[in-house]
């Protein structure tokens, strides 16, 4: 079976430090599916946009999110540069082990990822829309954001600025 050049985007911290529990064992079950893959973990807020894309320009065909919905988010932002694709040729992958995995409940993907992990054999992918928002940041500066579950601000974003920064 053809598969994906595949590079994995791990966030260790999502879930309070269950992900990168989870981790290794993941990283064996995805080389058995797939074979080779590399990855790299986020170290800081952003870092998983940095990675991404970096990823993609290195020739890297598919892109797995190894968090939660924040990692997705930062993922997905990877994939835009300058307010074009990097490659529109290509993917991401989800794979989730964060608290709320509001991404996962919408899009059938399994919450075990021993089964998640399955699903990234072979080419089938499935379109999803993403979303392009325009935003003023703390500063007064115009910022661009892609998303792909769900975009909020006012309390929203209130609610989940105080949940990042407790144990959840």
């Given at each position: 079976m053809d598969n994906f050049k595949t590079f994995f985007v791990v966030n260790p911290n999502s879930a309070n430090g269950r992900t990168g529990k989870v981790w290794p064992e993941v990283k064996k079950l995805a080389g058995n599916v797939l074979g080779d893959i590399d990855f790299a973990l986020t170290e800081k807020q952003g870092h998983a946009a940095d990675i991404t894309r970096q990823a993609i320009k290195d020739g890297y065909e598919m892109i797995v999110s190894l968090g939660g919905d924040g990692t997705n988010n930062e993922v997905t932002n990877g994939f835009f540069e300058d307010g074009k694709q990097v490659n529109p040729d290509a993917v991401m992958?989800?794979?989730?082990?964060?608290?709320?995995?509001?991404?996962?409940?919408?899009?059938?993907?399994?919450?075990?990822y021993r089964k998640a992990v399955t699903l990234l054999a072979g080419r089938d992918t499935l379109a999803t829309d993403v979303g392009k928002m325009v935003h003023r940041d703390h500063s007064g500066k115009d910022v661009t954001r892609y998303f792909i579950n769900i975009a909020s601000f006012g309390v929203g974003g209130e609610v989940d600025d105080r949940v990042n920064r407790t144990t959840k």
């Open positions: 992958a989800v794979i989730c082990s964060g608290t709320g995995s509001g991404f996962i409940r919408t899009t059938n993907i399994p919450r075990d």
